[in-house]
């Protein structure tokens, strides 16, 4: 299979001479290029970031394609137990998700109205999953997180596969699996990135980076295109659509860790690549100090262009998926790019959160995306 968007092979850095080589097969549209570190007036050189995280072959993302691909093609009911909860039951748990998925993230909300009532239901349930995954270990129960914790949560995902479920939620995840053809291995990778949230504070380069944005946002792209359903006219695999999705995760990831910046140093977490801080002449310190210098300010510069690189490639992707699905993932796509050109407008102070107050209210009219909701409440774990 071709893959379009593909970056899967390792580029050649030469990160003291600040120039990344990139080679031909990495990007079959992109030319071979050789990147310049871009000139400071003083003379110092600041180099351009590595945009190549973990080849998509290490992530296994051909196999999940596959996996979700040979159900579609045998049709669901051969492959998976049937759902069989009743109707009215049913109603009541995608009831729920929607509740939940309508207050805690309403901009996905309005946009999966737009989808089928069928794609809409199984995107409030896997959200509904996800959210309480991410709650788990950022929710205000996270002073409980264990490994044994996590450990259960993953046998009760293979309950909810089994077609097990444990609670309303999770029934509502066990019908849309009996539904589309979603694999489980997203759903652990996901969970496996909470471990690693737990355990490491610090990233010492992108690819470090690159792996915790896969497992726990770059799987959410693998989980919905299922759902969300590939265009019968798309022009290319679909596992370049796939890894479009994976790369629309990344972006919203690196936005969120570039938006949230003060607020993760403050639980003592830097989620910027240690080397990348120290080419810039930044270090630890200097995150925690909270201060906008030139270095500060040029490093944001590539940290967004970057952030951006993986937007343009996500954009291409969305395009091919089925016509009614592509308006949310557009309408994400806007208010991630939204959130990055408020943080350029706020002269790069993104240690507060006042650069993004009112602007995409302005632009959109619709709630702030990046508004971090009331904590979750009971509701979602009963
Ligand atoms: C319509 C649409 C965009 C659907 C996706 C809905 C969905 C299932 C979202 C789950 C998000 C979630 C709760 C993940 C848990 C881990 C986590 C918190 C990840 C971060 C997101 C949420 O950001 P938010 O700002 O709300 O988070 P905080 O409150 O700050 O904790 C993430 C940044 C991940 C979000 C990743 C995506 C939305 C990827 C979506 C990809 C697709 C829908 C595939 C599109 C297909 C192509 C071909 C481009």
Redesign the pocket.
């Known amino acids: 299979m071709c893959s379009t968007f593909s970056l899967s092979a390792k580029p050649c850095a030469a990160a003291h001479t600040g120039k990344f080589l990139h080679s031909k097969s990495l990007a079959t549209r992109a030319k071979a290029e050789v990147i310049t570190a871009p000139k400071r007036s003083s003379g110092q050189a600041f180099p351009q970031l590595l945009k190549q995280g973990i080849p998509h072959t290490d992530l296994q993302v051909h196999e999940i394609v596959e996996r979700q691909s040979h159900a579609n093609v045998l049709g669901k009911q051969d492959t998976c137990r049937k759902s069989e909860f009743h109707p009215v039951f049913l109603e009541e748990a995608y009831g729920r998700c929607r509740n939940i998925c309508a207050e ?2 309403k901009t ?1 909300y309005l ?2 109205l737009l989808m089928t009532e069928e794609r809409q239901k199984a ?1 409030w349930a ?2 509904v999953w ?2 309480r ?2 709650e788990l270990v ?1 929710g205000p129960n996270a002073v409980h997180m264990s490994t044994a914790v996590l450990d259960r949560w993953e046998e009760r995902l293979q309950d909810i596969f089994d077609g097990f479920p444990y609670d309303m939620l999770d029934a509502a995840l066990t019908d849309t699996i009996s539904k589309f053809s979603l694999d489980i291995k997203p759903f652990r990778d ?1 969970i496996e ?1 909470m471990r690693m949230d737990t355990r490491k504070f610090r990233y010492d380069n992108f690819q470090e980076l690159y792996m915790y944005c896969y497992y ?2 770059g799987t ?2 693998l ?3 299922p759902v ?1 359903g590939i265009a019968a006219e798309a022009s290319v695999s679909a596992l370049s ?2 890894n ?2 994976l ?3 990344i972006g ?2 690196l ?2 860790i570039l938006r ?1 910046v003060g607020e993760d140093a403050l639980r003592g977490r830097i989620y910027l690549p240690q080397d990348e801080l120290a080419q810039f002449g930044l270090c630890d310190k200097d995150v925690f100090s909270r201060k906008v210098t030139d270095g500060w300010r040029e490093l944001m510069k590539e940290q967004i262009t970057r952030a951006r690189f993986y937007f343009n490639l ?2 291409e ?2 395009s ?2 089925e016509k009614a699905s592509r308006w ?2 557009w309408s ?1 796509l806007l208010i991630y790019r939204k959130i990055l050109d408020a943080i350029e407008d706020n002269d790069y102070d993104n240690f507060t959160k006042r650069a993004f107050v009112g602007r995409t209210k302005k632009l959109l009219t619709l709630p702030l ?2 508004s ?2 009331q904590p979750i409440s009971s509701l979602i774990f009963q």
């Open positions: 805690y993230a996905f946009g999966t995107i896997i959200y996800c959210r995954t991410d950022d996901m990135g726990v946002a959410v792209g989980m919905s295109v969300m659509i796939y479009a999705a790369y629309l995760g919203n990831q936005t969120n949230d996500a954009e992707g969305a091919q998926l949310p993932v994400s995306a990046y971090k909701a």
